[in-house]
DNA sequence: CATTTTGACTTTCCCTGACTATAATAAGCT
DNA sequence: AGCTTATTATAGTCAGGGAAAGTCAAAATG
């Protein structure tokens, strides 16, 4: 398991642990923790805990400094609408999983719709697309699903 | 015998000896241990653990990579794997229609999973797609979905 | 001639380090 | 004391190197 899967479970536990719903962590003592430099924090975060993932991070440099990295949540329907708007004319895997895994995680949909949406979605069943033309494809696919999702 | 069906027969007792149905593999590492090019894994994995032969494969690339790949669990002969295989390289609508209205009256999936399934390969989650290549998606996207939904 | 094997090239992801930006605190100066 | 400047303590950005895995088509094999 790469660090980085690590420094982001520590994070995740931190916010679960927490009261309030945040972890407010020393970027230097973190990457020292894990003796990483500490610019791969920044990395984690930024691909770990980006809004897409339903985060929000706010820090403060110079003494005393800290990053704090809230979980947000809204209530199920626009959170559902939200992640449609979210989602232009094109998304990335990444992104897909992001948003994916949010809706799974706020509880929106269960384990098999998760699974059915990620194996729409995945580059296994869009293999027969030219990878250049995927993330246009993955965009429309996955914004049907969520709309079809939306009108029970 | 081939290198391949031995390394085919490697990863098939990988996945037997596991407890939870998948092997973890680090793609250099079996190459090396095989004394063949890593590319020859992939060729492997396409030839004999495809979605028609009851496999999900997923991998990871950069430090720490690694393939995983799943068993479904579930007889060769259930309706499931008989409809991947009926799939073929292209499905049109009506036969997506056909074949997801067949695995609902047999209560393989519910109203909701249907419905999804439906809106993942519907010509509007496909309008980035030119009309002669929908077909070809559409069946991998299916074969994908149902692959995977079937492998919880 | 179908299948297997290989290797060159591409893509993705992780990790690092040099450089930049900002905040708090200490030190000088009037 | 109050203002300004230097110092120190953080965090942010970005470009690049390295470690995997992916793709594709040509060559070898049976």
Redesign the pocket.
Known sequence: M????LIAQFILNAIEESENGFAEL???GLAERFS????????VIQ?RFSPEHGYIVE?????????KITRVRHSPRSLVMNTINSVGTSLDL?TAYAFTENLYSEEIIGPQIRKLILAAVSDNALRPVEPSGRDTVRAAIYKNILLNLLGE
Do not use: F, K
Not at 2 to 5: E, G, P, Q, R, V
Not at 59 to 67: A, K, V
């Open positions: 790469a660090t980085s899967d020393r970027r230097s990483v430099v500490p610019s791969q924090i920044n990395y691909t820090s403060r440099r110079g003494g005393g400094g800290y990053i990444r």
